[in-house]
């Protein structure tokens, strides 16, 4: 089962929108996690992450907003640029059954930046 | 330099020849991760490894397995290869709990 979705599959916006990617998690001993960014022919790298006792974490154009209630998280991104385009992994960790060293990813969106 | 290294970086082989992946890492990192990405999958951990010869199972082992006999070195391994193993396999290391995770450029394996 999957157990971290992301929607939509796949996003384009044009240069300087905000760009929002949805992240939302079924098991709720999940307690970290990272959002992970991809350019074609690369492995990821890690972009920005939260722990679930923060509602939100900002790093520059990269905010991560996250609801546990709801057991969704957001990345925005704003003030888009082309470079932006690449392949965003939401992954969450934690809990007895997967600890902290192992991580599960949702399927990926795919964001297109238009200049 | 911080860098994880993926050898060969493209294969093809036939359906039930052995493959080989090799993975290093220039970080002393105790933790080493493999993954296949599959297209609408994400990126699914086969194997984690916390030391030499300390490998545990991840969610999708089977058809799998992996060695790791030096800290900087982790092994894929698979005995007659199946062509549903066709996919992009990364191989990542951390320094464990919810260290990042460093990912190499990845190996694309064909299985014809």
């Known amino acids: 089962q999957q157990q971290v979705r992301q929607s939509p599959q796949s996003l384009t916006v044009w240069e300087g929108e905000t760009a929002i990617l949805n992240c939302s998690y079924e098991?709720?001993?999940?307690?970290?996690f990272p959002w992970y960014q991809q350019f074609p022919g690369e492995g990821p790298a890690l972009l920005i992450s939260?722990?679930?006792?923060?509602n939100k974490k900002e790093d520059g154009r990269f905010t991560i907003f996250f609801n546990k209630r709801e057991k969704k998280l957001s990345l925005h991104i704003a003030d888009s640029q082309p470079g932006d385009s690449a392949t965003y992994f939401c992954a969450a960790s934690g809990g007895a059954t997967g600890g902290n060293n192992k991580l599960t990813f949702g399927q990926g969106t795919v964001l297109s930046v238009i200049p | 330099d911080m860098k994880v290294t993926q050898m060969p970086r493209y294969l093809i082989k036939r359906m039930g020849e052995n493959v080989l992946l090799e993975c290093g890492q220039d970080?002393?990192?105790?933790?080493m991760y493999w993954y296949r990405q599959d297209p609408g999958l994400g990126l699914q951990l086969i194997y984690i490894?916390?030391?030499?010869?300390?490998?545990s199972e991840g969610d999708i082992p089977k058809g799998y397995r992996v060695s790791r006999k030096k800290r900087e070195h982790f092994s894929l391994i698979l005995d007659s290869a199946k062509t549903n193993q066709t996919s992009v396999y990364f191989c990542?290391?951390?320094?464990?709990?919810?260290?990042?995770?460093?990912f190499g450029p990845g190996t694309r394996l064909t299985v014809l």
């Open positions: 939260i722990l679930s006792v923060s």
């Open positions: 490894s916390y030391d030499v010869d300390s490998n």
């Open positions: 098991n709720s001993a999940f307690d970290y």
């Open positions: 970080m002393s990192h105790e933790t």
């Open positions: 990542a290391s951390s320094l464990g709990g919810r260290a990042e995770q460093f």
